[in-house]
């Protein structure tokens, strides 16, 4: 009878201690992913501008259906190109075609123009992005120190 509850007796055992060996794998498995995911887009920004200061500004969300555009008082520039006025809505167009479908009717020019330029070139320009239906326009600014 004793040797019978002598084999179901349940002894202490411990817990194992949990392996993290893979886990500097598992790490380096997902940075690697996100780094091959993750598209970079940065402009060769070509025409000089100086930006201006705001109190109500708001981070840009969706960025992948985002375009571009530098203006200064003598130049325009759309993400990596420059141009002038008159061929402004054509390269917009362009721009767009590039993009999914998806993304370019969620297309938004973010207007990043120098603080000197005069309103009347901006207003030419929302004409011309207006010409290419690019009618969501963000304009870019830092914000002001208060």
């Known amino acids: 009878m004793r040797r019978m509850q002598s084999i179901f007796r349940r002894s202490s055992h411990e817990m194992p201690g949990l392996n993290l060996a893979s886990m500097p ?4 498995t997902v940075l690697f992913f996100f780094m091959i995911v993750t598209h970079m887009r940065h402009d060769n920004v070509q025409v000089r501008y100086e930006v201006p200061a705001g109190t109500e500004v708001q981070k840009l969300q969706q960025k992948s259906a985002v375009i571009n555009v530098y203006v200064s008082a003598s130049q325009i520039q759309v993400n990596s190109q420059v141009t002038d006025l008159d061929h402004l809505a054509a390269l917009i167009e362009a721009e767009r075609k590039k993009l999914s479908e998806e993304n370019a009717e969620r297309l938004t020019v973010s207007l990043k123009a120098d603080k000197h330029t005069p309103m009347g070139v901006i207003a030419d320009v929302k004409e011309a992005l207006q010409r290419s239906f690019a009618l ?5 600014g830092t914000e002001a120190a208060q």
């Open 25 to 28: 794998d598992l790490i380096f």
């Open 136 to 140: 969501r326009i963000n304009y870019s």
